[in-house]
């Protein structure tokens, strides 16, 4: 079988023109590809910055309320009602004493707690606060440290250390009536190490002269 001339011309000039078109094609894919990679991209980046705007603008609002309110005239009354929270000099009530279970634990003032020491907790003194206390049915009394928080249990005023108990003479009964006078309240413009270095009250109340009988 044989082609004619003619025919293998016409093929010759057809074939450039199908490949050029297949490359063309294929251009045309790639960019459309590329085109929407980009895009996506660029949606993507937009709705991220979009967010972290929205999520600033609502942190700044809210650190913007919380200003206000702070430096509101009833929220400077209410903190300073607090801060300057009045004790009365004397109060009365029942006490309680804690010993060997707690022996050597740190207080919530960060004090270890010495049973044999002049100390005390209570619920609402600022620590550092000396209180004499005086049993109402001996008469007996003695100075002690606030360093410690409680009494939680009945409505007992004071927690004393077994040996303030032992002094008062209640350590059997465990329970007493007592009478309890502020004679050194903490002064509060001092800072825990400066009280620490000048005035270390738990070493003092440590010598049994701070008792008084």
Request: charged share 25%; with cysteine; net charge positive.
């Given at each position: 079988m044989s082609i004619s001339p003619a025919t293998v011309k016409q093929a010759l000039k057809g074939f450039p023109k199908e490949?050029?078109?297949?490359?063309?094609?294929?251009?045309?894919?790639?960019?459309?590809?590329?085109?929407?990679?980009?895009?996506?991209?660029?949606f993507w980046v937009g709705s991220l910055i979009s967010l972290g705007a929205t999520a600033l603008a609502q942190v700044a609002s809210k650190q913007q309320s919380i200003k206000t309110k702070t430096s509101s005239p009833r929220h400077r009354a209410h903190y300073k009602k607090h801060k300057n929270a009045f004790h009365p000099l004397e109060m009365s009530g029942?006490?309680?004493w804690y010993g060997h279970k707690?022996?050597?634990?740190?207080?919530?003032?960060?004090?270890?707690?010495?049973?044999?020491?002049?100390?005390?907790?209570?619920?609402?003194?600022?620590?550092?606060?000396?209180?004499?206390?005086?049993?109402?049915?001996?008469?007996?009394?003695?100075?002690?440290?606030?360093?410690?928080?409680?009494?939680?249990v009945g409505n007992r005023i004071i927690d004393v250390s077994r040996q303030a108990a032992r002094d008062l003479g209640f350590a059997d009964e465990g329970t007493a009536k007592v009478n309890l006078e502020v004679i050194k309240p903490f002064n509060l413009s001092y800072s825990?190490?400066?009280?620490?270095r000048t005035y270390p009250v738990s070493d003092v109340l440590r010598?049994?002269?701070m008792a008084v009988k």
């Open positions: 490949v050029i078109t297949a490359e063309e094609i294929v251009r045309h894919r790639i960019q459309t590809f590329v085109r929407v990679a980009l895009a996506t991209v660029f029942t006490a309680s707690f022996h050597n634990r740190k207080t919530a003032s960060g004090k270890r707690f010495d049973q044999d020491s002049y100390m005390a907790a209570h619920k609402t003194l600022p620590f550092g606060t000396l209180v004499k206390v005086t049993n109402t049915a001996n008469n007996r009394s003695c100075i002690v440290e606030i360093t410690d928080r409680g009494p939680y825990p190490s400066k009280i620490r010598t049994p002269e």
